[in-house]
């Protein structure tokens, strides 16, 4: 092993020279000001994603394990496989434990892995290691301070070794629009034409004369979907599932809780069939709690639960809840994902259902490092299912992340309003190319020829080559229960319908003695005919680039919404 010790003398004679930024920005991003430089004597908890050693080797077997007619489809990986892939080289560690060494700090792995570190130091210690300028800014809407540095570097000789620390450059995550999926009153939201959560106590949706459907009309009446119509729409059964080990799980981050006797009035509700004491099993992190005081339910992380139990029909659900990062969603969700690929038996089916944010929002090594660990549960045999999101944003050409990432499966929104014949792509779902990961194999076919047919080749509004989402979709305007009220109208629960589809789905195959479904997406885009296309509507509510639901996949509705028996077709023989 090489001994860099001549480099230490260099750093500890404070030469800095040798030192190459690794992410920088100009300023605080609007709604942040700066306040004044932190003490010095303050500690730092930061986080250091050391280079994993095989990334593409890992993603290579995701596909492999995930494409149906490959012959090791079906073979996910145990937790230590995976940390093979990922593990930092004994090279890396060790460079980058003399370096933390040389200034007395001691690191502590935060994944088994060992490619995520904490170290704690002092702002003055920071400050010279990572010639930084840690300083206290202060959100303006919430008076909140956190503290940053607007650009930092690394030894050269580590840059390789180093991806990026955290919390540094990057700020509170900038959401969509209106931000259907963040609890109202914690954030606040840039400008709204058009805003798409529907005033909860007033319909809102005019109703037009019913005419003509296979659906029937008392479902369509009310253009808002409960189970039993859900049911009826996709054809999923209503039988209670037979018993299997196996669990669907229902992410919640941001102190949303999912309220058990809003659950239960529901089922009594919509699922009088059902048992209404059926409930739910608890995962908690960072120090995630499921707050019960009716107050603190949450909107969506009540509906998520709400229908993950109401439409699955015994399937074991599990509230997955993060604790409260602060000004940190998606550190949350990165460190979700890490925890639950170093779960022994994690969730087989996994929601979030978040808005996300826009693609440029986050930073692209952040956004890369939180890609990477999805494709470690899909390594896993996870199914991990997102939102593109619902809600206008003004001026928006970016694609939404995290479903810009090419290992989870993006789910779009369709409406189905009273006087339509067939669902519609809904005005406010999101949809688009990413500008950071390129298209994978998977979908090339399929965007390929939507691109052609709309002439849309050689665009240059949207990025023609890189992954395009979504990449299905499903009804996203519900009834639910709220603080012990029945409320008509939830939009943005698209997700949540579909995921509990491959819940059901993955529970049948479990109870059949196979894995379950894992990554979805190879399996969906050679199964086009398990979906009904969607070919009407567009996303003009309020976007720059107007994508139009067409004949076959197209970047508002994907392949379009569920067939759930074409769907268990297919599953059950493979
Ligand atoms: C850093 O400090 C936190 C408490 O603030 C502690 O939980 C953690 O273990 C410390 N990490 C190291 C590497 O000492
Ligand atoms: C932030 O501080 C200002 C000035 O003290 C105060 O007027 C405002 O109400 C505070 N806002 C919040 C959200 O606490
Ligand atoms: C929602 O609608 C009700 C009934 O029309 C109205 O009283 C209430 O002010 C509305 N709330 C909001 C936030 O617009
Ligand atoms: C109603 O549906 C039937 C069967 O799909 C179809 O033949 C008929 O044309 C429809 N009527 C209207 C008014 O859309
Ligand atoms: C439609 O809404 C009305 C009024 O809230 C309600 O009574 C009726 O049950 C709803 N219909 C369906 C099919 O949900
Ligand atoms: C549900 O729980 C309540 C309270 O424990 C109990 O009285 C009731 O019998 C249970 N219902 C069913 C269907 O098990
Ligand atoms: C387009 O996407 C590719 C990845 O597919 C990326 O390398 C390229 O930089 C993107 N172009 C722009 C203009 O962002
Ligand atoms: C797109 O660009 C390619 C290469 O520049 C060109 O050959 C092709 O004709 C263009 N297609 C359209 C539809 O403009
Ligand atoms: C959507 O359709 C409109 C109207 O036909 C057209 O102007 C627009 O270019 C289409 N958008 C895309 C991305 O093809």
């Known amino acids: 092993m ?49 280079t994993q050693n095989n990334i593409a080797g890992l993603q290579d077997t995701v596909y492999d394990i995930s494409t ?11 937790q230590d496989e995976v940390n093979k892939f990922v593990a ?83 700020f509170v995550a900038q959401f969509l629009g209106s931000n259907l999926r963040a609890d109202s009153g914690k954030i606040s939201f840039p400008v709204v034409k058009k805003p798409s959560v529907l005033n909860l106590t007033s319909k809102t949706v005019s109703k037009r004369a019913s005419t003509n459907t296979s659906v029937s009309a008392d479902c369509r009446a009310n253009a808002s979907w409960t189970p039993a119509c859900l049911q009826e729409l996709y054809g999923i059964p209503s039988t209670p599932a037979q018993p299997a080990a196996n669990s669907f799980g229902v992410s919640g981050f941001q102190n949303g809780f999912a309220n058990e006797r809003d659950l239960k009035q529901f089922l009594e509700t919509y699922r009088p069939d059902m048992n209404p004491n059926t409930t739910f099993d608890l995962i908690t992190l960072d120090g995630g709690i499921n707050n019960q005081l009716p107050a603190d339910a949450g ?64 930073s692209s090594q952040f956004a890369i490092s939180l890609c990477n660990a999805y494709a470690q549960l899909a390594a896993r045999g996870v199914s991990y299912i997102v939102n593109v999101g619902e809600g206008c944003t003004p001026g928006a050409v970016d694609p939404p992340f995290p479903a810009t990432c090419p290992f989870v499966t993006a789910v779009g929104a369709t409406d189905f309003g009273p006087g339509d014949t067939e669902e519609t792509a809904n005005e406010a779902s999101q949809g688009g190319f990413s500008d950071l990961f390129k298209r994978p194999e998977y979908q090339d076919a399929a965007v390929s020829g939507y691109l052609e047919s709309t002439g849309n080749t050689n665009s240059t509004t949207f990025n023609v080559t890189g992954r395009a989402v979504p990449d299905v979709a499903a009804i996203g305007l519900v009834d639910f229960v709220w603080e012990g009220q029945v409320i008509d109208f939830l939009d943005g629960l698209s997700v949540q319908v579909f995921a509990s589809i491959v819940a059901l789905l993955t529970n049948e195959r479990i109870a059949a003695g196979k894995p379950g479904l894992g990554f979805l997406n190879p399996l969906i885009y050679q199964n086009p005919q398990a979906f009904t296309d969607i070919k009407t509507g567009n996303n003009a509510a309020c976007f720059e680039v107007v994508f139009n639901s067409t004949a076959g996949w197209d970047p508002i509705t994907g392949f379009g919404s569920p067939i759930y028996p074409a769907l268990q077709e297919i599953t059950s023989k493979l």
């Open 299 to 362: 909107i969506f992380e009540g509906a998520d639960i709400q229908y993950a139990i109401g439409l699955t029909t015994g399937v074991p659900v599990t509230f997955i809840s993060t604790g409260t990062l602060p000004d940190d969603l998606f550190t949350e969700m990165l460190d979700q994902a890490q925890f639950l690929v170093s779960m022994e038996n994690p969730p087989q089916t996994i929601v979030n259902g978040n808005q996300g944010t826009l693609e440029t929002q986050v």
């Open 88 to 170: 930092p080289s004994g090279e890396t560690l060790s460079q980058v434990n003399s370096w933390l060494a040389a200034y007395g700090i001691a690191s502590s792995p935060l994944t088994p892995a060992g490619d995520w570190i904490s170290v704690n130091m002092s702002v003055s210690q920071a400050n010279e290691m990572f010639m930084a300028e840690f300083s206290t800014f202060q959100n303006q809407d919430t008076n909140e301070t956190v503290v940053r540095t607007l650009s930092y570097s690394v030894p050269i000789a580590l840059e390789a070794m180093i991806s990026w620390v955290h919390p540094t450059v990057k």
């Open 68 to 78: 149906p007619g490959n012959a090791r489809y079906g073979q996910y990986l145990t």
């Open 2 to 50: 090489q001994k860099p010790v001549a480099f230490f003398f260099l750093l500890l004679a404070g030469v800095h020279a040798n030192s190459l930024v690794l992410e920088k920005r100009n300023g605080p991003p609007p709604g942040f000001s700066h306040v004044g430089p932190t003490p010095l004597d303050q500690t730092l908890n930061l986080r250091l994603a050391l």
